[in-house]
């Protein structure tokens, strides 16, 4: 009677730590500016089975494709071990779902493959990101300290849960076998594992309550440190895909006061909107154009922050970074996490030192005064973007740093006049000679009479 109370205890803080964690998350992305989604559930359905459901865009990439695939699956196999765990748990039962007689016993040998060949892929996962040379896309500025930390603990504790799940596994098998009992399940590894266990019942029954409890104790505790951890994108990447962009790549949103401004310019009797008012009846302040701080990105643009796996594919394919410039749209996406943990809710129970050891030894600066723009991101990085969009077809969970590289430069030239000085050329030639180049509109066809003039002396 003790296990299921103390089972059930368990299961509610855990759950409730995590329900309070998501709760803060969710404050931090609706600090972003308001955006309509809705519609086109059809495209988005197709969209999120795809992308996020059937990990299309890993594919471009085959080696570590199959190796995430083989932990993807293993993880949706095993959850359906946890459910019969829970249940075991606050009941007492013992593998209930072995009444599902030669099915469970599919469930399980799957299960028990799946959870050898995670152990091999995180095997091959950790040495690809710490084998000297590392791969390039897992280096940067923005890997450092807790980032490189965060990817190895992440691959430790798989390693441990699969384990523990093989612990229990064997050691209840060998219980059964020397009792004369048949325990329901097919298993192809366990069973070799036997071997290895003592033949004492009571260390058996032992062993196997400890596989047990630290199989699900470890994924309760992994389930509450997901919200510190760039592995919370296993919760966060379908509702991601879900709202990601349905506009073709690279097409630029217009901002909506300029629009009004320009419509009543080109049609006199166009009405511009009024402005919005507070509930005090009082105009509300015009929104800034462009985006200085977290804030003023839309919410998709903070989401996209919590939903990154820092697996640097973005950064790989980006050619501002491939030619030495500053620009890594990984770290624009990260630095955006961290400003809005920083200005909003930290993480709630790791509090990691993000960027090492030196960090210590730097002035301590007022966080509310600080900015996303500037802070953090530099506008010599924004403008060494191409625009290309390279990062935003090349993210597995469809994040776009594009966007708000542009809303971020857009500030910078709209409400701080900070363009670099070739554009403030081209504005300016733009504005007094409706073209790109320093020549008066009434020279722009000099060149067909030049190309007459040369034809007819050929002539």
């Known amino acids: 009677m003790l296990q299921p109370i103390l089972f059930a205890l368990l299961l509610l803080a855990a759950f409730g730590l995590f329900a309070w964690q998501v709760r803060k998350i969710r404050a931090n992305i609706l600090v972003g500016r308001e955006r309509d989604m809705s519609?086109?559930?059809?495209?988005?359905?197709?969209?999120?089975?795809?992308?996020?459901?059937?990990?299309?865009?890993?594919?471009?990439?085959?080696?570590?494709?199959?190796?995430?695939?083989?932990?993807?699956?293993?993880?949706?196999v095993i959850n359906v071990e946890v459910i019969e765990i829970v249940v075991d748990?606050?009941?007492?039962?013992?593998?209930?779902?072995?009444?599902?007689?030669?099915?469970?016993?599919?469930?399980?040998?799957?299960?028990?493959?799946?959870?050898?060949?995670?152990?091999?892929?995180?095997?091959?996962?950790?040495?690809?990101?710490?084998?000297?040379?590392p791969v390039r896309r897992f280096t940067g500025i923005e890997l450092r300290a807790w980032p490189k930390l965060d990817a190895n603990i992440i691959l430790y504790v798989e390693v441990v849960l699969m384990v523990a799940l093989f612990l229990m596994n064997s050691a209840d098998l060998k219980l059964h076998q020397l009792e004369g009992k048949f325990l329901p399940g097919a298993y192809p590894v366990s069973h070799f594992l036997t071997g290895l266990l003592p033949t004492d019942k009571g260390t058996l029954h032992l062993l196997e309550r400890v596989g047990w409890w630290a199989h699900i104790t470890g994924i309760l505790l992994f389930l509450n440190y997901l919200p510190s951890s760039k592995h919370f994108h296993i919760i966060l990447a379908f509702p991601n895909v879900w709202y990601s962009r349905l506009v073709p790549q690279g097409q630029f949103s217009n901002v909506e006061s300029i629009t009004h401004e320009v419509k009543a310019m080109m049609d006199p009797?166009?009405?511009?909107?009024?402005?919005p008012v507070g509930p005090d009846g009082s105009a509300l302040a015009p929104t800034p154009f462009g985006a200085k701080d977290v804030?003023?990105?839309?919410w998709t643009a903070i989401m996209n922050a919590y939903s990154c796996t820092e697996c640097g594919r973005c950064t790989s394919v980006c050619p501002a970074n491939l030619t030495g410039k500053l620009l890594s749209p990984r770290k624009i996406i990260m630095d955006t996490r961290d400003r809005v943990e920083e200005k909003y809710n930290s993480p709630l129970i790791f509090q990691p030192n993000i960027y090492g050891e030196e960090a210590k030894h730097e002035p301590v600066t007022d966080l509310m005064a600080a900015t996303l723009l500037?802070?953090?991101?530099?506008?010599?990085?924004?403008?060494?973007?191409?625009?290309?969009?390279?990062?935003?077809?090349?993210?597995?969970?469809?994040?776009?740093?594009?966007?708000?590289?542009?809303?971020?430069?857009?500030?910078?030239?709209?409400?701080?006049?900070?363009?670099?000085?070739?554009?403030?050329?081209?504005?300016?030639?733009?504005?007094?000679?409706?073209?790109?180049?320093?020549?008066?509109?009434?020279?722009?066809?000099?060149?067909?009479?030049?190309?007459?003039?040369?034809?007819k002396a050929t002539v």
């Open 89 to 133: 748990g606050l009941f007492g039962t013992h593998r209930f779902l072995g009444l599902l007689g030669p099915l469970y016993d599919g469930l399980v040998a799957v299960n028990e493959t799946l959870g050898a060949l995670v152990i091999i892929a995180v095997a091959a996962f950790w040495w690809r990101r710490n084998h000297q040379p």
């Open 39 to 76: 519609g086109h559930a059809a495209e988005r359905f197709r969209k999120t089975l795809l992308v996020a459901f059937g990990q299309q865009k890993m594919f471009k990439r085959l080696t570590p494709a199959f190796l995430h695939l083989i932990v993807y699956v293993g993880f949706l």
């Open 269 to 275: 009797s166009y009405e511009v909107p009024t402005p």
């Open 374 to 455: 500037r802070g953090k991101v530099t506008p010599e990085e924004l403008w060494a973007c191409t625009t290309c969009n390279a990062c935003v077809e090349s993210c597995p969970v469809n994040i776009n740093p594009l966007e708000s590289i542009i809303e971020m430069r857009r500030f910078l030239v709209l409400e701080e006049s900070a363009a670099p000085n070739s554009l403030n050329v081209m504005f300016s030639n733009i504005e007094n000679n409706g073209a790109p180049w320093a020549f008066s509109p009434s020279d722009r066809l000099n060149w067909a009479d030049e190309l007459y003039v040369a034809e």
């Open 295 to 298: 804030e003023d990105l839309p």
